[in-house]
Nanobody, 123 residues
């Protein structure tokens, strides 16, 4: 298994930027595809972005394309989500997730999850 811890959430205003980080345990981080999801109160967990094991392939939800960038540093066992031009509708708890080898695009496709970090965007 892999243990994940998110950080970097906070309260920002519309148009601001925020960078989320996910720290992973172990020396086999490079063997896991990673993803970011978000969940607002009363709504289902929503796919945000995913990145392959090497970082060479990425995929984004249409709602964040052009604004968010997912990246990873396998030497440091970390993954990040750079969020620019934030909107009130981006408000949610953001979760990082890991899955062995295979990059997935739904919550059901990921085996390991962090505890979440709150992002609140005011207007």
């Amino acid at each position: 298994q892999v243990q994940l811890v998110e950080s970097g959430g906070g309260l920002v205003q519309a148009g601001d930027s925020l960078r989320l980080s996910c720290a992973a345990s172990g020396r086999t981080f490079r063997n896991y595809a990673m993803g970011w999801f978000r969940q607002a109160p009363g709504k289902e967990r929503e796919f945000v972005a995913a990145i392959s094991r090497s970082g060479g392939n990425t995929h984004y939800a249409d709602s964040v394309k052009g604004r968010f960038t997912i990246s990873r540093d396998n030497a440091k066992n970390t993954m990040s989500l750079q969020m620019n031009s934030l909107k009130p509708e981006d408000t949610a708890v953001y979760y990082c997730a890991a899955n062995y080898i295979v990059m997935e695009f739904t919550a059901a496709g990921y085996a390991y999850w962090g505890q979440g970090t709150q992002v609140t965007v005011s207007s």
